[in-house]
Nanobody, 125 residues
């Protein structure tokens, strides 16, 4: 079993920045693909970004391209989501998810086996 935990959420004004962190234990971190999803209040969970086990492959939702950066440090068993130029529409609970690495990154929540509890990100106008 893999335990996943996010941290770093909070309240920020529009235009500001936050960095989310994701740790995973119970399996070799470098064997895991990591993805970030978010769920605005009353809406479905949506894909934000993903990074392959080695960090060489990354994907982003179109609305965050150029503003968000996903990265990882396997030596620290931690992945990051750097969020810049935040907008009120980015307000959501952000989740980190993990799965055993595959040839192709996935954007589908159903393809990820292990999830954190989520961290709230609120962007004020």
């Amino acid at each position: 079993q893999v335990q996943v935990a996010e941290s770093g959420g909070g309240l920020v004004q529009a235009g500001g920045s936050l960095r989310l962190s994701c740790t995973a234990s119970g399996r070799t971190f470098s064997s895991l693909d990591i993805a970030w999803f978010r769920q605005p209040l009353g809406k479905e969970r949506e894909f934000v970004a993903a990074i392959s086990w080695g960090g060489d492959s990354k994907q982003y939702q179109d609305s965050v391209k150029g503003r968000f950066t996903v990265s990882r440090d396997n030596a620290k068993n931690t992945a990051y989501l750097q969020m810049n130029s935040l907008k009120p529409d980015d307000t959501a609970v952000y989740y980190c998810a993990a799965r055993s690495s595959r040839m192709v990154l996935s954007r589908l929540p159903a393809n990820f086996d292990f999830w954190g509890q989520g961290t709230q990100v609120t962007v004020s106008p």
